[in-house]
């Protein structure tokens, strides 16, 4: 399984890239648009998910539902528009996109030994920061 990183540009936490890409979906599929199609796309597709990096760490994942045309000759990279958080693992900042193989992936956040998936999405970013988590 492949996967994808960007950096959340403009968001200033994962709370509001959460309220950002939850405030899309209710204009219809979220997607983000890239000038060409990954050569990888199908090793993505419906599998893979595009990871968040956010402050030089890579903080949660959209699930890639898959990839279609958008405006001006664009690729358009479909997304599920919940995110899921991952536990923090210091990331540079790039442009565009990049692969992240399913190895290096960060493991998921969350699930009841935790107790983090019912913890506000901006403290869990703070404890991320501080290293806590």
Same mark, same amino acid.
């Given at each position: 399984?492949?996967?994808?990183?960007?950096? #959340?540009? *403009?968001?200033?936490?994962?709370? &509001?890239?959460?309220?950002? =890409?939850? /405030?899309?979906? +209710?204009?219809?599929?979220?997607?983000?648009?890239?000038?060409?199609?990954?050569?990888?796309?199908?090793?993505?597709?419906?599998?893979?998910?595009?990871?968040?990096?956010?402050?030089?760490?890579?903080?949660?994942?959209?699930?890639?539902?898959?990839?279609?045309? #958008?405006? *001006?000759?664009?690729?358009?990279? &479909?997304?599920?528009?919940? =995110?899921? /958080?991952?536990? +923090?693992?210091?990331?540079?900042?790039?442009?565009?996109?990049?692969?992240?193989?399913?190895?290096?992936?960060?493991?998921?956040?969350?699930?009841?030994?935790?107790?983090?998936?019912?913890?506000?999405?901006?403290?869990?970013?703070?404890?991320?920061?501080?290293?806590?988590?």
């Amino acid at each position: 399984m492949l996967h994808l990183t960007k950096v #959340a540009f *403009g968001a200033a936490s994962v709370d &509001h890239l959460a309220e950002r =890409l939850l /405030l899309r979906a +209710a204009d219809g599929p979220v997607f983000l648009t890239t000038r060409y199609l990954p050569k990888r796309h199908e090793e993505v597709a419906g599998q893979g998910s595009l990871f968040w990096i956010l402050k030089h760490q890579l903080v949660a994942r959209s699930p890639i539902l898959g990839f279609g045309e #958008a405006e *001006g000759g664009r690729v358009a990279i &479909h997304i599920d528009p919940a =995110l899921v /958080l991952v536990q +923090a693992r210091p990331k540079r900042a790039h442009q565009g996109w990049r692969y992240l193989e399913a190895a290096d992936a960060p493991a998921d956040l969350g699930g009841d030994a935790d107790g983090l998936s019912v913890m506000p999405p901006a403290l869990v970013g703070k404890l991320a920061e501080l290293a806590l988590i």
